[in-house]
C-alpha cells in the first residue's frame, strides 16, 4: 500500500530543493560575470536580482529541516522529480525580464528546454540576446545535460549519507567507480576536459572564419557545452547553418557522439578495456541502428534538389542524422525545409531517430539503444524457446559492462519505460492535432520534445496556445526522467491528497 508523505517528508524534501535553489544563485554568477565583462548592465542588474532572490528562497526551504538524515526512496524520489521543475521557475525568472519572451511561459518553457536538454526555443531575436543571457541558457543545458543530482553530489552539495538514493532516483542504475560520489566526481571532470578541448579546437575555426576573437570564444564555449551534452540550444536563430562552415560541422557531429555514449563506456576505456566497448550491446546496437536509418535516410533524400550532388548529400545527411540520434537538436537545415524540401520517408527517419535516441548513461535522451537491445535480445530468447525440446532450459546472455544473463525484471524494465514513450509519444500527437496541426507534424513534434530530442518542425513557437505548451513542458518532463521516477512521484502525491477510506466496521 502506498504511504502518504507526512509533514516531516514534506520538510525533508523543502530542505533538499532549497538546497538547489541556493545553488542556482552560484548558477546564476556565470552569466552575473560575463555581463559585466561585456559591460551589459542591464542583464547584470537582473542576474544579481535573480541570484539574491534565489539566495532567500533556498535559505527559507532549508530552515524546514536541520537535523541531518538519510533520505528515504521515497524522499529522493520526490526530490529529483520536483527539482527540474522547480528550478526550471526559478531560471526562467531572468530570462523572461530579458524582454525576448512574449509570455512567462514561453520563458518557462525556454527553462525547462534547457534544463532537460531539448534543445527546442521560444525566444524572440534570439540574435540580438545578450552575452549573459545565451550564457545562462547553456549552463542550464550543461546542468542539466550532467543531471542536477549528479552536479550537486559532484560538489559535495547533499554531503555522503544521500548520495546513493538520489543518484539512483534520478535514473542512473550503474556506477562508474563504486563509491557514487566518485562516480558523480569522474562524470563531471571527463565532460571538463572534452568541453575544453572542443572550446580552444571551435574558438580557432571561429576567428579563422572572420570572427572577432572575444566572440569566437563564447560561440566555441557554447557550441562545445551543447554539442556534448546534446542539448541544442544555438547562440544564433539558424543553428548550425549560421557558420557555413564543414569543418565546425565535423567537430560537432564527433562532439555529438562522444555525448551520446554512455559514461560507464568512458571508465571501461580508462581502465584500458576497449575490448568491453566493441562488446558492448549497446555499442552493437547503435552500430546496426545508424546503419539501417543511414541508409534509408540517404535513400529517401537522393532524389531531392537540396540533396542532389554527394557532397550535399554527406554534409547535410550525416550531420542531421547524428543530430536526431543523439537528440541534439543542431540543424543545418532551415525549419522551412524540414517540412517543405525533405521526403516523407527522410521526414519519418529523423523522428524514429529521435525516439529511440543514444545510450542509457549517457547525455542523450529517448527510450535509448540498451533497453532496444534488450528487447531484441528477449525476442532471440523467445524464439529459442519456441524451438527447443520441452526439457531444455534457454539462456540468453549479453554484454555490457562484463557478461550478463537476460533476466525476465530487466527485460520488464525495458519493455514498461519503451511502452510508456510509445504512449506519450502518441498522446503528445493527439495534442497537438487537436490544436489544428497536420498530423506528420504533431507526430514529429512530439517526439521531439518527449526525447529531448529538440528539433522542430514550427508547431513549437513563441506564443503558441497555452495548453499545447503546457503539455510540451510535461513531455520534455517526464522524458527526462524516464517516467519510472515521475509515475512514482505521482503516486505518491496522489496518495497523499486523495482521503482514505474508512475500514469497514469503524466507528
Same mark, same amino acid.
Given at each position: ?85 522547480? /528550478?526550471? /521557475? ?19 518553457? =525556454? ?21 549573459? =543571457? ?13 543531471? /542536477? ?130 562488446? =558492448? ?108 525440446? =520441452? ?28 511502452? /510508456? ?87
Amino acid at each position: 500500500m502506498w504511504q502518504r508523505f507526512t509533514l516531516y517528508d514534506l520538510r525533508v524534501i523543502g530542505h533538499y530543493l532549497g538546497t538547489l535553489i541556493m545553488f542556482s544563485a552560484l548558477l546564476m554568477a556565470v552569466p552575473l560575470t560575463i555581463a559585466l565583462l561585456f559591460q551589459e548592465w542591464e542583464p547584470a542588474a537582473r542576474y544579481l536580482s535573480a541570484a539574491g532572490g534565489a539566495l532567500t528562497l533556498g535559505s527559507l526551504l532549508r530552515f524546514l529541516r536541520v537535523e541531518p538524515c538519510r533520505l528515504t526512496r521515497r524522499q529522493a524520489l520526490a526530490v529529483t522529480g520536483l527539482a527540474w521543475i522547480v /528550478l526550471a /521557475l526559478v531560471y526562467s525568472v531572468p530570462l523572461y525580464f530579458s524582454g525576448h519572451y512574449l509570455t512567462y511561459l514561453d520563458a518557462l518553457f =525556454d527553462g525547462v528546454s534547457g534544463l532537460t536538454t531539448t534543445g527546442a526555443s521560444v525566444v524572440v531575436d534570439l540574435d540580438h540576446l545578450s552575452n549573459a =543571457d545565451n550564457m545562462f541558457r547553456f549552463m542550464m543545458h550543461l546542468l542539466g545535460g550532467l543531471g /542536477l543530482i549528479v552536479v550537486a553530489l559532484s560538489i559535495g552539495l547533499f554531503g555522503k549519507r544521500a548520495g546513493a538514493s538520489l543518484y539512483t532516483s534520478e535514473g542512473r542504475r550503474e556506477h562508474v567507480v563504486p563509491n557514487v560520489i566518485q562516480t558523480t566526481q569522474f562524470i563531471a571532470r571527463i565532460t571538463a576536459v572534452i568541453i575544453s578541448l572542443a572550446t580552444v579546437l571551435l574558438s580557432l575555426m571561429c576567428v579563422v572564419a572572420g570572427m572577432e576573437p572575444a566572440r569566437a570564444v563564447m560561440h566555441a564555449l557554447w557550441m562545445a557545452i551543447s554539442g556534448f551534452v546534446t542539448g541544442g540550444f544555438a547562440p544564433a536563430a539558424q543553428s548550425i547553418l549560421y557558420y557555413h562552415s564543414f569543418p565546425i560541422e565535423l567537430v560537432l557531429i564527433f562532439l555529438m557522439i562522444l555525448g551520446s555514449v554512455s559514461f560507464v563506456m568512458y571508465a571501461e576505456a580508462w581502465k584500458g578495456r576497449v575490448g568491453a566497448f566493441f562488446r =558492448d550491446i549497446e555499442t552493437r546496437t547503435t552500430a546496426i541502428w545508424i546503419a539501417a536509418m543511414t541508409v534509408v535516410f540517404t535513400a529517401s533524400l537522393a532524389a531531392w534538389p537540396l540533396f542532389s550532388d554527394l557532397p550535399a548529400l554527406l554534409r547535410r545527411g550525416l550531420f542531421m542524422v547524428i543530430s536526431a540520434y543523439s537528440t541534439t537538436g543542431f540543424q543545418t537545415i532551415t525549419t522551412n525545409q524540414l517540412t517543405t524540401v525533405l521526403s516523407s520517408g527522410a521526414f519519418l527517419s529523423l523522428a524514429l531517430l529521435m525516439a529511440v535516441g543514444g545510450s542509457a548513461g549517457s547525455t542523450a535522451g529517448g527510450i535509448k539503444l540498451y533497453r532496444v537491445g534488450i528487447i531484441f535480445k528477449s525476442i532471440v530468447s523467445t524464439v529459442k524457446e519456441a524451438l527447443a525440446p =520441452d526439457s531444455a532450459r534457454v539462456v540468453v546472455a549479453y554484454n555490457h559492462v562484463g557478461r550478463r544473463i537476460l533476466s525476465p525484471e530487466v527485460v520488464k524494465e525495458a519493455m514498461t519505460v519503451f511502452i /510508456l514513450y510509445v504512449i506519450t509519444y502518441a498522446l503528445g500527437a493527439l495534442v497537438g492535432i487537436a490544436h489544428g496541426h497536420e498530423a506528420t507534424q504533431a507526430i514529429f513534434e512530439s517526439v521531439a520534445m518527449t526525447s529531448n530530442g529538440g528539433i522542430v518542425t514550427g508547431v513549437v513557437s513563441p506564443g503558441m496556445p497555452f495548453t499545447l505548451e503546457l503539455f510540451y513542458i510535461f513531455q520534455m518532463w517526464v522524458g527526462r526522467l524516464e517516467f519510472v521516477t515521475l509515475l512514482a512521484l505521482i503516486v505518491e502525491v496522489g496518495a497523499s491528497i486523495i482521503p482514505r477510506r474508512k475500514a469497514r466496521g469503524a466507528s
